[in-house]
């Protein structure tokens, strides 16, 4: 999910756009807003498409009304489509949830009782595609999104009719390499079991996180589609060894149908199994984000990075609200003889070595056996009164404007939304290509706001280089950079406190995203961006100038120039 452009337009028909999706061979998705505010996915139509091709509006208005035929728990259904407008454009439900492509990315391959509650889902889908006279052509891990209650087969972009043969030029080859049946790559006539032969490859990514033709160039690819047997041996379970191979024939006829498929694993499939809350790691003590699908071990295989921002929706029962730890203060090593009492029970011990002049360990915590490194900054934005937001480290005292010192929560520092405000005199944070950073800030919403809410930023001219923030269209946490956002599981609790840190691991290319100091969220970075202006705290920097103002309280912002480890952000925390 990446912001709009300045060439995207700001709404379609009735719909407003929000954010870009992604992009396809027919056209550019967005999400988009309905007059009643309900969350959709847009697709606008490439314009060279239109263009000089007069039969492609026939074709597309086609399609959209085969598209509203299907009807299915495990797709996404049309809900509005104008195939008359300049550019023509199609309106379906908006799923939240990554894409099985990312998750096998971010935590590997999945075990094979959740492959096979995958399978069971997406035979549905395909058995509703195929019940409305449609052949998907283009199902791959990309075009399967782990949602709450399952996963959703999306973008029927390149779905022809089965009637409408006259669509589709003899030889015109669609679809996507390694997922494309032998029939659809040699030109033939291509049916629904070409969808099932798309399944089975689909299936063999979840499985092991690759091809079952292996990779290499396309040519290479494609032909041992058509000629080679696949290679099955990374599939160690026999059940779904047995399924895939069966998908796999060379035969569309040997193929299974959709509901044959359900019939033979439905019985012991339950697509709920894919929303297992993860258990904590008893090594780190932290929960294992999840994919949308049941708590797995990665296996050792490579996978692809992630092309875009995973978003987990569900929904983990509440802890209880933890507040946020007492202010550090300046100048000053308070050891209370309440703590030297627990330290002398055999409690872990906490040592706060505070100090500004010289002091290269100011605000060093250690807990147990893990050492959380001296931050290059910290606001505890504790003042009660004054212009001045002063970092414990002594180096980057801030300029505070229309904070509501001792008025926030608890007593912290209050930020209206409109005009409060902390900037640093200069940069603090070194950004970029291969330069690792850590944020951590303690936050609470007043509400839901209805735009983004910026708790910490840096400046990179007429944007923020990165956001800790709240994201108003997914009502999610995230950690971002322009163009690119990893989102959080957990939903904000408005009124009630929230550990938000985003890491920035320079040499792996990893922005990452931990809310209460679990990790839920993470995406492949290689553009970051180098923000050489001050850092900000209560909002943002846009093109007009500042923007997305944080209404609520902030307190403990601090800021490292290196990437924390899990086990060091839970000691944050």
């Keep these: 999910m990446a912001a709009l452009e300045p060439g995207d337009p700001r709404s379609v028909g009735e719909y407003q756009l929000l954010r870009r999706l992604g992009a396809g061979g027919m056209g550019r998705v967005y999400l988009g807003r309905s007059p009643g505010g309900r969350a959709v996915a847009v697709k606008v139509v490439h314009a060279e498409l239109v263009a000089g091709h007069p039969e492609f509006r026939s074709r ?90 399952g996963p959703r087969v999306i973008d029927f972009g390149i779905a022809r009719s089965v009637e409408s043969v006259t669509i589709t030029r003899a030889g015109l080859m669609v679809g996507s390499p390694g997922f494309m049946s032998p029939e659809q790559v040699a030109g033939g006539e291509v049916t629904g079991a070409s969808d099932v032969f798309a399944l089975g490859a689909v299936l063999m990514f979840a499985a092991t996180g690759g091809n079952p033709f292996g990779a290499g160039p396309t040519p290479a690819l ?52 894919l929303l297992a809350r993860p258990a904590a790691d008893p090594r780190t003590g932290l ?20 092309t875009r921002p995973v978003t987990r929706l569900d929904h983990p029962a509440p802890a209880p609200e933890k507040a946020p730890p007492e202010g550090v203060r300046r100048r000053t090593l308070l050891v ?20 500004r002049a010289g002091n290269k360990n100011a605000v060093r915590r250690t807990t147990g056996a893990v050492s959380v490194p001296s931050p290059l900054a910290a606001w505890p934005l504790e003042e009660t009164s004054g212009t001045v937001a002063a970092d414990d480290t002594g180096r980057y005292d801030a300029v505070a404007t229309a904070v509501g010192w001792g008025r926030g929560k608890d007593g912290s520092a209050l930020f209206d ?33 209805a735009s983004f809410a910026t708790a910490v930023a840096q400046d990179a001219g007429d944007a923020s ?35 938000l840190v985003g890491v920035y691991e320079g040499p792996r290319n990893q922005l990452l995203l931990y809310v209460g100091g679990t990790q839920e969220a993470g995406i492949n970075d290689t553009g970051p961006v180098a923000a050489d202006g001050p850092l900000t ?16 309280s902030i307190k403990q912002a601090q800021v490292f120039q290196r990437a924390l480890t899990a086990t060091q952000v839970k000691a944050l925390f």
Excluded: M
């Excluded at 694993?265 to 199994?273: F, G, R, S």
């Excluded at 999840?290 to 992630?306: D, E, S």
């Design 537 to 552: 705290i209560g909002r943002a920097t846009g093109p007009a100038g500042p923007t997305d103002w944080f209404p609520g």
């Design 336 to 355: 209370s003889g309440g703590v030297l009492a627990v330290a002398a029970l055999g409690a872990v011990p906490v040592a706060h070595l505070l100090g």
């Design 417 to 449: 939304g409109v005009s409060s405000q902390v900037v640093t005199r200069g940069q603090v944070l070194r950004t970029g290509r291969g330069r690792s950073f850590t944020v951590s800030a303690w936050v609470c919403l007043n509400g839901r706001p």
């Design 287 to 306: 929960a294992e984000p999840r994919t949308g699908l049941a708590n797995h071990a990665p296996a050792p295989v490579p996978a692809p990075a992630a």
């Design 60 to 149: 597309f208005r086609r399609e959209v009304a085969a598209a509203r035929k299907v009807s299915g728990a495990f797709t996404a259904p049309v809900v509005d489509a104008d195939p008359d407008a300049p550019l023509p454009w199609l309106v379906t439900s908006y799923i939240a949830g990554p894409s099985l492509q990312e998750a096998v990315a971010e935590r590997g391959p999945l075990p094979a009782a959740d492959v096979l509650a995958l399978a069971a889902g997406l035979a549905e889908a395909l058995t509703s595609v195929h019940a409305a006279g449609l052949v998907h052509r283009d199902l791959k891990p990309s075009n399967v999104l782990l949602a709450e209650d």
């Design 465 to 499: 280089g990165f956001y800790l923030q709240y994201s108003p269209a997914e009502n999610r946490w995230a950690f971002a950079r322009p163009g690119l956002r990893a989102l959080s599981y957990s939903v904000p609790e408005p009124g009630a406190w929230t550990h």
């Design 222 to 273: 494609l032909y041992r589609v058509v000629h080679d047997e696949p290679d099955l041996s990374a599939v160690t379970d026999p059940a779904l060894a047995g399924l895939i191979a069966d998908c796999l024939a060379k035969d569309p006829d040997h193929r299974p149908t959709p509901r044959e498929i359900l019939t033979r694993i439905a019985p012991a499939a339950d697509t709920t199994a």
